[in-house]
């Protein structure tokens, strides 16, 4: 028996690389239109496309029966890795950011849905590279691989390894066929489409509501102004909000809806306790804002649930700059950051069903204090949770903690100040973006340390690959037969 399948391992890759030269050639009508270098994306593609080819012919066909978790742990890695590498080439090519750890820190941003970015001046770019910044949102939110196993549905189990595995929809989707993952699909581009016509109808562009369109259903947050949704209307905020909400919500619950099971969307648990999470932060947001700040209703309104929603969502768009909150708001909006929205999602962070989880478990706990005889069982859904799965949801969070106090004090030791330190690392690890301190909203990443950007780029992936995929690699018994 094989440690692992090299040839299998390479075959996925290839398929990578071919999906990421097709986002190469689609951002080149833009380079068209607007009368813009088209060379970064035909040499970026044509590298990709080279490599793509070179490790078919390679593999040839790789045997499939024989996979494992193994396979799928390293696949999934590499794959987002080699992914995000490739992905810096544009930003090199342009020579909008020649830097290659500013590049790659950029690329990693927008792949994880992170936000975060090293750009002083978003509003100089060629439109084109604006345009894949917003891109490498949508590509990483649906995650790659979703694609992967529409184009390679012969996967068979390792199929169902790597879309399990993929963070954003870890938990809740189990792919039988491949019809599920093309009707997932067809959700998310539906809710792209309807966004960027809203947006149209308000004060934004056309190229300007297709790239907030991808930040918002992507959870991501690139924007292509300075001021992010600052610099527009209240009506443009406004559905941004409506978005970053649906955004957040389950994929699985968009699911149900369509095929008319509403009985499952009712039943729930994940989505009305995210849906009352964002109600009572929202209306703590709004009260912080009025009896401190001062802020007419309609303002407060306004700004405390577009940030609510914008961190609980790990989207990371502005509407205001919360750096300026009162000092309640501010650590409401830090502990938020550890929120995360619906499993199934593509937003980052903790997500809801853990945090329902870890309170039904300290709810049982409380209760057998009482009631020490009383047989009681975690359920999540009206299913049982088992103990295996319950011990797996805590040890995630956890480790999700310990990762985000050791980037702090590294973060820390190598130049950043308390409060920066602690809410990058917290805004890197969820997806968020932007986070107090020196990298508020109306702020960026370009003043730190070339370390520290090189730790919180690790840190987003580790994050957007819910960190146990990761530091398995890492851990002895991976590599023992």
Known sequence: MKLIHPYLILRILSTILLIETVAFLVCLPMAIIYNEPAAPFLLSSLITGILSVFLRILTGKPDTDKTSNRDSFLTVTISWVMFLIFGSFPYIFSHT????????????????????????????????????????????????????ILILPSLRVSGYQLFSLESSLKEKIHPKTKGIAIRIMFIYAGLTFLETIFLVIGDMNLFDSLCHSFGTIATGGFSTKNASLMFYSPYSQYIVMIFMF?????????????????????????????LAIVLASGALAVLILMVISGKSPS??????????????????????DFIFWPLPGLILLFLLMFAGGSTGSTSGGIKMARHLVMLKNIKMVLSRLNHPKTVQLVKLN????????????????????????????????????????????????????????????????????????????????????????????????????
């Open 299 to 320: 303002v407060a309104i306004r700004e405390g649930f577009f940030q609510v929603i914008s961190i609980i969502t790990c989207t990371g768009f502005a509407s205001s």
């Open 246 to 274: 649906l955004a957040g919500t389950s994929q699985v619950v968009y699911y149900y809806l369509v095929k008319l099971n509403f009985r499952k969307v009712r039943h729930n648990e994940e989505f009305w306790f995210y």
């Open 382 to 481: 009206g299913n049982q949770i088992d103990q295996r799965t319950n011990i797996s949801i805590i040890s995630f969070i956890m480790l999700y903690l310990f990762v985000f106090s050791l980037g702090t004090v590294i973060i820390t030791l190598v130049g950043s100040d308390p409060v920066t330190s602690a809410s990058s690392v917290a805004t890197c690890l969820a997806g968020i973006g932007p986070g107090l301190g020196t990298v508020g909203p109306m702020s960026n990443y370009s003043a730190m340390p070339v370390i520290s950007k090189i730790i919180l780029s690790i840190v987003m992936i580790i994050g957007r690959l819910e960190i146990i995929p990761v530091l398995a690699l890492f851990s002895k018994s991976f590599w023992k037969l």
């Open 97 to 148: 950011i020649p830097s290659f750890v500013n590049a790659f820190f950029e690329s990693v941003s927008g792949f994880t849905t992170t936000g975060a970015s090293i750009l002083k001046d978003v509003e100089i770019l060629p439109y084109s590279i604006l345009f894949w910044r917003s891109l490498t949102h949508w590509i990483g939110g649906l995650g790659i691989i979703v694609l992967v």
